[in-house]
């Protein structure tokens, strides 16, 4: 069993910054993907990034692509959404999941709570 804490969410202005933290215990990962999804007010969930456990292979999503950033840290078995030049469209529960397989496509095992991330306008 996997257990993922989200942290970081938050109130913040058009244009700014927040980095979400994403830290996994119990069974954890000596491969497989990790990834961040984000669903807004009346939205289905999105992908947003994902990253390879032990290559650091990252794919991100088109819609924010240049200024979203995922990246890991694999002593503290945590992962990291950098979020830049965010927008109001960006508001959303982000939450973060992981799988024992490569692909990043598909049903993910495993997922935190989420965390909130508002941007006004």
């Known amino acids: 069993q996997v257990q993922l804490v989200e942290s970081g969410g938050g109130l913040v202005q058009a244009g700014g910054s927040l980095r979400l933290s994403c830290a996994a215990s119990g069974r954890t990962f000596s491969s497989g993907t990790m990834g961040w999804f984000r669903q807004g007010p009346g939205k289905e969930r999105e992908f947003v990034a994902a990253?390879?456990?032990?290559?650091?292979?990252?794919y991100t999503a088109d819609s924010v692509k240049g200024r979203f950033t995922i990246s890991r840290d694999n002593a503290k078995n945590t992962v990291y959404l950098q979020m830049n030049s965010l927008k109001p469209e960006d508001t959303a529960v982000y939450s973060c999941?992981?799988?024992?397989?490569?692909?990043?496509?598909?049903?993910?095992?495993?997922w935190g709570q989420g965390t909130q991330v508002t941007v006004s306008s």
């Open positions: 999941a992981a799988k024992y397989s490569r692909s990043w496509r598909g049903d993910y095992d495993y």
């Open positions: 990253i390879g456990w032990n290559t650091g292979i990252t």
